[in-house]
């Protein structure tokens, strides 16, 4: 079982240099989510999907966009790398936003911005 | 907006001790928790969840945790701990329609 997964799971960049990390569940899940995680801040959300076509920005979407190209699939890009910028991205997903269902995570794609 | 808790950031223990992890919610009515573990180098999973109900939840791997509502906590504990529990653990709140993360408890458990 797959589950969720990201795309590449390494990646350093230069300052400026743009990226898109990939993301794809085959759990039919209809919501998707986007991480990061830095040392003693826990994860914090970037972005969101809760369907198809739809997107919301979480609590650090600043310097990111997002694109929900199909159920399966959610990228995240980064136009302009930053410094700020390195951490470890989770993706994320669920059966339904806001139900009890919980959430299943990814492997994760460390990033470097050098 | 919710946000969460823990106040232990780094736990270190012997094999077979008890363990208890701290975890508080900022305000009350209807609440979802969750706590997940990461082990190192591996994706986020879920240990346990509450919704509602009885308020000592069992998990996976013999943990358990116990949602006290006058004290707005979710606090995780196992009563004996073994190596392969190094890990980083976090509890979460469901807020609306996103989960909101605790800054997690990095546990090492020496033989």
């Known amino acids: 079982n797959a589950g969720v997964t990201q795309t590449p799971k390494f990646q350093v960049l230069k300052t400026g240099q743009s990226m898109t990390l990939q993301c794809a569940q085959d759990?039919?899940?209809?919501?998707m989510y986007w991480y990061r995680q830095d040392p003693g801040m826990g994860l914090r959300l970037i972005y969101y999907?809760?369907?198809?076509?739809?997107?919301d920005k979480g609590e650090v979407p600043n310097g990111y966009n997002v694109s929900r190209l199909n159920k399966r699939e959610f990228s995240l890009r980064l136009e302009s790398a930053a410094p700020s910028q390195t951490s470890v991205y989770f993706c994320?997903?669920?059966?339904?936003?806001?139900?009890?269902?919980?959430?299943?995570f990814g492997d994760g794609t460390r990033l470097s911005i050098l | 907006a919710q946000s969460v808790s823990q106040h232990n950031h780094h736990v270190i223990l012997s094999e077979a001790a008890s363990l208890e992890l701290g975890c508080n919610y900022s305000?009350?009515?209807?609440?979802?928790l969750f706590w997940y573990v990461q082990y190192p180098g591996q994706h986020l999973q879920l240990l346990l969840k509450?919704?509602?109900?009885?308020?000592l939840v069992k998990g996976i791997k013999g943990f358990e945790a116990e949602f006290i509502k006058s004290k707005f906590s979710f606090n995780l504990r196992k009563p004996s701990v073994q190596w392969s529990d190094t890990a980083e653990y976090f509890c979460?709140?469901?807020?609306?329609?996103?989960?909101?993360f605790g800054t997690g408890t990095r546990l090492q458990v020496f033989p």
């Open positions: 305000y009350g009515g209807t609440v979802n």
């Open positions: 994320a997903s669920s059966a339904l936003l806001g139900s009890n269902q919980p959430q299943h």
């Open positions: 759990m039919n899940h209809n919501s």
């Open positions: 979460a709140v469901k807020d609306t329609d996103k989960l909101i």
């Open positions: 509450y919704f509602s109900g009885d308020p």
């Open positions: 999907s809760a369907s198809e076509g739809t997107t």
